[in-house]
């Protein structure tokens, strides 16, 4: 059977969650879709409760595989999808009753893409994320998307599979981290027909302990500088590169941020990627003080860029 939309959620170790965030997409107004649950391996008894999901509902598929990561699960899914569009939940994430009715809806209108705003859910509060806007010039949304922090995310949208399969484009298996930004890379310059909906209809669980933005470390900077600079000559083959270098370069400079206050890795900032140093000047993604330490650096004035790192992580 073939359905119109196929949501893909990657499954390890998702016991405590993977109830909840598989009913929340059963459970949706749009009723023409297939969740496919795939189980990369998990240690403990998640491949038997999306099996028990999948008794269930005649609309779930189960693929078991061996552990690879998130990146070879989605890949996975995407190979395995039926529908016109696909779409991507994590295991501990949920979405509100009518997302995929009022995407798909919008997506009808013969958009390749629909993204929405959507809830970020703390233990303590919640905050609505205003995702990138969708402007006249695809330039322009391109260039907005790389400048919003949760720009390049992959769960917040529906996307014509047609558009994934046939620009060859997956989830990169040799990055743990900054996968979604390495795909949306890719996917956004596949199109200009895109469209975007200003309503959070996916709620991203911050709450969880276990998540992963919540246990962030030094292979997270290292991956997400090896995701731009992977990416740069698929830009290049785009002919975009030269029209996004500033957005990019802000991007990697904003990781570098990470070793210049750390005492540890201090002077990572002049050995690693050297050549986008320059572009400190501008960057709208680093405060003002951040900039100045930059530039400090840039001169070699360490020992004056140290005094005012000291206050600056002081005033943090």
Same mark, same amino acid.
């Given at each position: 059977?073939?359905?119109?939309?196929?949501?893909?959620?990657?499954?390890?170790?998702?016991?405590?969650?993977?109830?909840?965030?598989?009913?929340?997409?059963?459970?949706?107004?749009?009723?023409?879709?297939?969740?496919?649950?795939?189980?990369?391996?998990?240690?403990?008894?998640?491949?038997?409760?999306?099996?028990?999901?999948?008794?269930?509902?005649?609309?779930?598929?189960?693929?078991?595989?061996?552990?690879?990561?998130?990146?070879?699960?989605?890949?996975?899914?995407?190979?395995?999808?039926?529908?016109?569009?696909?779409?991507?939940?994590?295991?501990?994430?949920?979405?509100?009753?009518?997302?995929?009715?009022?995407?798909?809806?919008?997506?009808?209108?013969?958009?390749?893409?629909?993204?929405?705003?959507?809830?970020?859910?703390?233990?303590?509060?919640?905050?609505?994320?205003?995702?990138?806007?969708?402007?006249?010039?695809?330039?322009?949304?391109?260039?907005? @998307?790389?400048? +919003? !922090?949760?720009?390049?995310?992959?769960? =917040?949208? %529906?996307?014509?599979?047609? $558009?994934? *399969?046939?620009?060859?484009?997956?989830?990169?298996?040799?990055?743990?981290?900054?996968?979604?930004?390495?795909?949306?890379?890719?996917?956004?310059?596949?199109?200009?027909?895109?469209?975007?909906?200003?309503?959070?209809?996916?709620?991203?669980?911050?709450?969880?302990?276990?998540?992963?933005?919540?246990?962030?470390?030094?292979?997270?900077?290292?991956?997400?500088?090896?995701?731009?600079?992977?990416?740069?000559?698929? @830009?290049?083959? +785009? !002919?975009?590169?030269?029209?996004?270098? =500033?957005? %990019?370069?802000?991007?990697? $400079?904003? *990781?570098?941020?990470?070793?210049?206050?750390?005492?540890?890795?201090?002077?990572?900032?002049?050995?690693?990627?050297?050549?986008?140093?320059?572009?400190?000047?501008?960057?709208?993604?680093?405060?003002?003080?951040?900039?100045?330490?930059?530039?400090?650096?840039?001169?070699?004035?360490?020992?004056?860029?140290?005094?005012?790192?000291?206050?600056?992580?002081?005033?943090?």
């Amino acid at each position: 059977m073939k359905s119109t939309l196929s949501v893909i959620i990657p499954v390890y170790k998702a016991g405590s969650y993977i109830n909840t965030s598989s009913s929340s997409i059963l459970n949706n107004s749009f009723r023409d879709l297939e969740l496919i649950l795939v189980d990369d391996g998990s240690p403990d008894n998640s491949g038997e409760l999306c099996e028990q999901i999948a008794a269930a509902d005649s609309r779930v598929r189960v693929i078991h595989k061996q552990n690879g990561g998130i990146s070879s699960a989605r890949n996975a899914g995407i190979k395995a999808a039926r529908g016109e569009y696909i779409a991507f939940v994590d295991q501990d994430d949920t979405v509100r009753e009518d997302m995929y009715e009022r995407l798909m809806t919008k997506a009808a209108e013969g958009y390749d893409i629909v993204v929405s705003d959507f809830l970020l859910v703390y233990p303590d509060n919640e905050v609505v994320y205003r995702t990138f806007d969708v402007h006249g010039n695809h330039d322009d949304t391109y260039r907005d @998307m790389l400048l +919003k !922090g949760y720009g390049c995310n992959i769960w =917040n949208m %529906v996307a014509r599979r047609s $558009l994934v *399969v046939e620009n060859d484009i997956s989830f990169p298996e040799h990055l743990r981290h900054c996968e979604d930004v390495w795909f949306s890379l890719r996917l956004h310059l596949c199109t200009d027909r895109i469209a975007k909906i200003n309503e959070p209809f996916y709620i991203y669980n911050l709450a969880n302990p276990n998540q992963v933005s919540n246990n962030l470390d030094e292979r997270f900077n290292q991956c997400c500088l090896q995701c731009f600079t992977e990416s740069i000559p698929y @830009m290049e083959a +785009k !002919g975009a590169f030269p029209k996004f270098k =500033n957005e %990019v370069y802000w991007n990697m $400079l904003l *990781v570098k941020t990470n070793w210049v206050l750390s005492p540890e890795k201090f002077s990572m900032y002049h050995s690693v990627h050297p050549e986008i140093n320059s572009f400190v000047k501008g960057n709208p993604l680093l405060s003002k003080k951040m900039r100045l330490i930059m530039t400090l650096l840039n001169y070699h004035l360490d020992f004056v860029a140290r005094i005012l790192i000291r206050g600056y992580k002081l005033a943090r």
